[in-house]
């Protein structure tokens, strides 16, 4: 099992610490209604990486349900400060979509495509260089080069 890796990370609190071994297949920028219900009304900030990668030091909480895809979507937060660390589809178990915010900066990691924009606000600010989809794309290749 790795014990370091390219990134670090910890929740609000502190109480769980994160290492990912690592560099992740995708990132993405979510503006489905789940993300902005968990984000303050903004998007979430996702890295998608290997699940073996991604190694959690502490105890996380968890809770399914069903996502606007049809798939059943897993949230693991921290049951002390409610920070969100990352999420499983029921479609992809083998990968783990990463929260920016619990990476420790700089990671230097940047959002490549932004999804479910038909969710976004009117005053969302969208960078339009980014590939963008209007809900869910296809998923991200297993593995990178
Ligand atoms: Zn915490
Ligand atoms: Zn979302």
Request: glycine residues 8%; negative net charge; contains cysteine.
């Amino acid at each position: 099992m790795p014990d370091t890796g390219p990134y670090t990370g910890q929740c609000a609190c502190g109480a769980l610490t994160l290492t990912i071994a690592g560099e992740p297949v995708g990132t993405r920028q979510c503006w489905c209604r789940q993300c902005q219900q968990i984000a303050a009304g903004g998007p979430t900030n996702n890295a998608i990486f290997k699940g073996e990668d991604v190694t959690i030091n502490g105890t996380l909480a968890h809770k399914s349900w069903t996502a606007a895809s049809g798939n059943t979507l897993t949230f693991h937060f921290c049951p002390s400060c409610g920070t969100q660390v990352y999420a499983q589809s029921s479609a992809r178990m083998h990968l783990k979509t990463v929260r920016f915010g619990v990476i420790d900066e700089p990671h230097g990691l940047a959002p490549q495509a932004v999804i479910w924009t038909d969710d976004a606000p009117a005053w969302a600010m969208i960078d339009p260089a980014l590939e963008s989809w209007p809900q869910q794309p296809p998923a991200p290749p297993p593995s990178s080069n």
